[in-house]
């Protein structure tokens, strides 16, 4: 720890540093002091710590709780392709926390994070096209992309891919493909399974 400190505007340290503070490695746990340091990273336009610091500020923790400040820092994440960051801010937007409500805007960074691969994010954007939420309602888009949250285990997305395939949204209807998403939800744990 005393190493990165005398690494002062290193902005790989002083991230590792916030996260230290974040996760009591090596220190004492303390929100203040990771939010400090995250800060002195992000505003190097270091990724990683941009998207940590607007998750302090989303959570009010070592910070003062501001979804604005949270929507900030995601978006210089989110811009440098960062895609937790992308994913956080579709959030932002498809809930109004920070950010004027915009469904549109939401299904774009959800979108870009889901191309990515992030498995929230695909599952989102599956919930926001079965809704017709943003985009043009489609059971398939919404299907497809529950399915590419499903494979990486989102149980969430099994359980409504599970739904999509009982009521042949999106898909030809199969009870036994409805059941084997449902099995694979309830496996992890997930209630409505």
């Known amino acids: 720890m005393q190493l ?30 990771a939010a400090y340091w995250y800060r002195k990273a992000a505003e190097q336009g ?10 302090m500020y989303k959570n009010g923790q070592g910070v003062t709780q501001s979804y604005t400040d949270a929507v900030y820092w995601y978006r210089k994440a989110a811009e440098q392709g960062y895609a937790k960051a992308q ?3 579709g959030y932002m937007y498809e809930n109004g926390r920070g950010v004027t409500q915009s469904y549109a805007d939401a299904v774009y960074w959800y979108r870009k994070a889901a191309e990515q691969g992030d498995a929230t ?12 939420q943003g985009a043009t309602q ?19 997305a099994q359980y409504n891919l599970g739904i999509m395939y009982k009521n042949g949204q999106g898909v030809t209807q199969s009870y036994a ?17």
């Open 46 to 55: 270091y990724a990683s710590a941009q998207y940590n610091l607007g998750i």
């Open 4 to 33: 990165y400190k005398q690494i002062p505007d290193d902005k790989n340290a002083q991230f590792q540093i916030g996260y230290m503070y974040d996760n009591g490695l090596g220190t004492t746990q303390s929100d203040t002091d």
């Open 138 to 156: 489609s059971y398939t888009d919404a299907v497809y992309w529950y399915r590419k949250a499903a494979e990486q285990g989102y149980a969430s």
């Open 87 to 89: 994913s956080n801010l």
């Open 177 to 193: 493909d409805a059941v084997y998403w449902y099995r694979k939800a309830a496996e992890q744990g997930y209630a409505s399974a």
């Open 121 to 132: 994010a695909q599952y989102n954007l599956g919930i926001m096209y079965k809704n017709g």
